[in-house]
């Protein structure tokens, strides 16, 4: 198998250094354990942050430096201004509260974004000191969001993937983040970009359009010459490790252990690590919101909340803790009893072993979250339940929820609903608890840590594959350096050029996108080539074509070849006069759409209406447009015109224009000894497919197309184009 490069924020050790040496332990935790088979079987690295070196001498560095070499890591030393700035103000008080939704907590004082920027420029440039071709390279967490980009910056050819272990929060709430495009544009360096759920998976897109309009098609976005995909792999835990340990004799005896300490009440648990998206404090008022409602149940149940310890030096993460001590002793001073308190509240981590026997010995596991990536620990309780008992209270936040349906859903924020909740799975017959702990036990079984990490690296491996659903590249210098020698060579030179997204950039209104002065240089040097004729073949109108470039000894065909002037001494001619008649009816029909869409226009042609989206609202403009072709659709069935989808434009044309026919009467001509054919959309392909076998045919942009040769965009074109002219001597 190829080689892995993990890339993480954390390497999966702890270090601790003391009297007698360095200690290194391999974390236990959900990630590292998923991915240590296959970084282990494939030889591969895991790249990331020890933790902070900063009182280790040299020597002990170094010591440091082989033991974690040794065991397939290589650390990247951050100073503390960088854990400071990186991790603590931007990844976890700017992107974490944000892509959970809570924004009021999000760090308005001091963003830190370029500290965020060095720290993953650091770790491209680790990543790229130890790649080798052939290497598959994959990035985790927000904390990295802009690496892919920087990595393919560095690594054009590498394969990259990127895992979301969060929440990918709607638009609209990413829209609040100032460097929202770069974060969209740093994510999409990568060749598949996973996320827990397809939830996530339409917020990534939805965001794409509304932020830098682009447009994904189902489970794929065309960027930058690639095709990246998009996909939901729900992480999974050790299904079968928490399975055994909950059988074995020790973890039996002290569940049991832990029933009895609780006497006679049933035992509610909470298990979170000390953050304010777990949702604990609504948990707890829910609880209490159950004991007003019944005081006689105080008596008869318990909470066991377990809060572990997190980012214990954040101030806000301080105030939450005394917050939830606060709550607690509130809920207890009111509750308690001669012989027990109905919170247990214990806040320390705890170690697997006493973890499982809890899960195992809890009557209901409580999962409250505001919002949750996934949430393993519902995935831990079930798997812990090899007696098939016990209920899942879960949060409809949680990316856990899209795949336990047998779990009782709460919406958290509903305080009397998540009580009432509690006390339906307290209540639960026996019988129905079976019943629906089995069937979420196979779910995690099925889909564990170990299917879930073999599953993504497959895709992440299939992704240069040469299947037909994979984009060309664009072509390679040394192929357009050929190109430009061949093309130099014909002395009777025929070359075909498309204008809107080949010669200028699309542009909100066709007016901005007049030809430039350097443009129109260009193709004068271009067309005054010794044996050298240019034709401009565009869907613009041939008022437009006249305007800009009537003066230029060039050929003009506009709408898409229904006009045409080949040479600026001939008058403009239409291919045969057709009865426009049709325009009445399709006229009616855009009217309507563009009055329900905001920003949407008609352009008005000779043989043809189109209606823009581009000034609309991305995601609306994209769904108008959707219905617009149904409509369309019924009431042209027997009009001699067809609907035809083009960027940021509906457009109904005749039947039997297109720049295919335009193409052919042009080669019919005069003899030539090459033939360069340049376009962008589906229009020229209509021009590719006319021509002769023998023609350099070149697409510009990612998209899928007939043309052997790609150039990446308007830029690239413009450069190829002027190394033909003379002056490239």
Not at 142 to 171: E, V
């Amino acid at each position: 198998m190829a080689r892995l490069l993990l890339v993480s924020n954390r390497l999966p050790v702890t270090v601790t250094a003391g009297d007698n040496g360095i200690a290194v332990e391999r974390s236990s935790g959900g990630l590292a354990t998923g991915l240590r088979g296959p970084h282990e079987r494939s030889g591969g690295l895991w790249i990331g942050w020890p933790g902070n070196m900063n009182g280790l001498d040299a020597t002990r560095r170094s010591e440091l430096g082989a033991r974690l070499r040794d065991l397939g890591t290589v650390p990247i030393e951050l100073t503390p201004e960088e854990v400071h700035g990186y991790y603590e103000v931007f990844s976890n008080g700017v992107l974490w509260p944000l892509f959970h939704y809570l924004v009021d907590r999000v760090n308005l004082d001091n963003w830190h974004f370029s500290t965020y920027q060095r720290v993953n420029e650091r770790f491209a440039d680790q990543v790229a000191d130890e790649y080798r071709p052939g290497d598959l390279i994959w990035v985790h967490d927000y904390h990295l969001a802009l690496l892919p980009a920087l990595l393919r910056a560095r690594l054009p050819d590498a394969r990259i993937a990127f895992f979301l272990h969060i929440p990918f929060p709607s638009s609209e709430v990413l829209r609040l983040l100032p460097w929202r495009e770069e974060v969209l544009e740093g994510l999409l360096g990568a060749d598949l970009i996973g996320f827990h759920t397809l939830t996530y998976v339409r917020h990534f897109t939805s965001s794409l359009l509304a932020i830098v309009g682009i447009e994904a098609e189902v489970d794929r976005v065309q960027y930058g010459g690639r095709v990246v995909r998009l996909g939901a792999f729900p992480m999974g835990i050790d299904a079968a490790r928490f399975d055994a340990n909950a059988r074995t004799a020790a973890i039996v005896a002290r569940a049991k252990a832990i029933r009895q300490e609780a006497g006679d009440r049933r035992i509610l648990l909470g298990v979170d690590r000390l953050d304010y998206t777990k949702g604990i404090p609504r948990r707890l008022l829910a609880l209490e919101r159950l004991l007003l409602q019944q005081p006689e149940l105080a008596s008869t149940i318990r909470l066991i909340q377990v809060t572990v310890p997190s980012r214990s030096g954040t101030e806000t993460y301080g105030e939450f803790r005394r917050q939830l001590d606060e709550i607690v002793g509130r809920i207890n001073g009111a509750f308690a009893t001669p012989d027990a308190v109905v919170i247990h509240y214990m806040y320390r981590a705890i170690d697997e072993a006493e973890l499982v026997a809890m899960y195992r010995a809890a009557d209901v596991l409580l999962v409250t979250s505001l919002r949750d990536g996934m949430n393993l620990v519902a995935k831990e309780f079930v798997a812990s339940r090899s007696d098939e008992d016990g209920v899942l209270v879960l949060s409809e936040f949680a990316g856990a929820a899209s795949e336990l349906g047998e779990a009782l859903r709460i919406n958290p924020y509903d305080i009397d609903r998540t009580a009432a909740t509690i006390l339906r799975a307290l209540t639960m017959p026996a019988r129905e608890r079976r019943v629906r702990m089995r069937a979420l036990r196979e779910r995690v079984a099925a889909g564990d840590i170990h299917r879930w990490a073999d599953s993504f690296i497959e895709a992440l491996a299939a992704t240069h594959d040469g299947d037909a659903s994979c984009l060309a590249r664009s072509s390679a210098p040394e192929v357009i350096d050929a190109l430009v020698e061949r093309l130099r060579r014909a002395e009777r030179l025929l070359v075909l050029l498309d204008y809107d997204g080949t010669l200028v950039p699309f542009m909100d209104t066709p007016e901005q996108a007049a030809p430039d002065a350097e443009l129109l240089a260009m193709l004068t040097a271009l067309a005054s080539r010794p044996g050298t004729n240019v034709h401009l073949l565009s869907g613009r109108t041939r008022e437009d074509l006249e305007t800009w470039f009537g003066k230029l000894p060039l050929g003009l065909h506009a709408e898409h070849g229904f006009s045409s002037r080949f040479d600026p001494a001939s008058e403009w001619e239409t291919v045969r006069p057709i009865s426009m008649a049709w325009k009445e009816k399709v006229g009616v029909i855009l009217d309507q759409f563009v009055a329900r869409t905001p920003g949407a226009w008609i352009e008005e042609k000779t043989a043809s209406l189109a209606w823009h989206y581009r000034l609309a609202q991305p995601g609306f403009g994209r769904r108008q447009a959707s219905e617009l072709r149904h409509c369309l659709h019924d009431l042209l069935a027997n009009l001699p015109v067809h609907v035809l989808q083009g960027e940021k434009v509906v457009e109904v044309r005749l039947f039997g224009i297109h720049k295919g026919i335009a193409a052919q009467r042009i080669v019919l001509e005069r003899p030539v000894d090459a033939i360069l054919a340049v376009g962008d959309d589906s229009t020229d392909d209509d021009m590719f497919e006319a021509l002769p076998a023998s023609s350099i045919n070149v697409r510009v942009g990612p998209r899928a197309s007939r043309a052997r040769y790609q150039l990446a965009d308007v830029n690239a074109v413009r450069d190829f184009l002027r190394r033909l002219t003379p002056r490239s001597g």
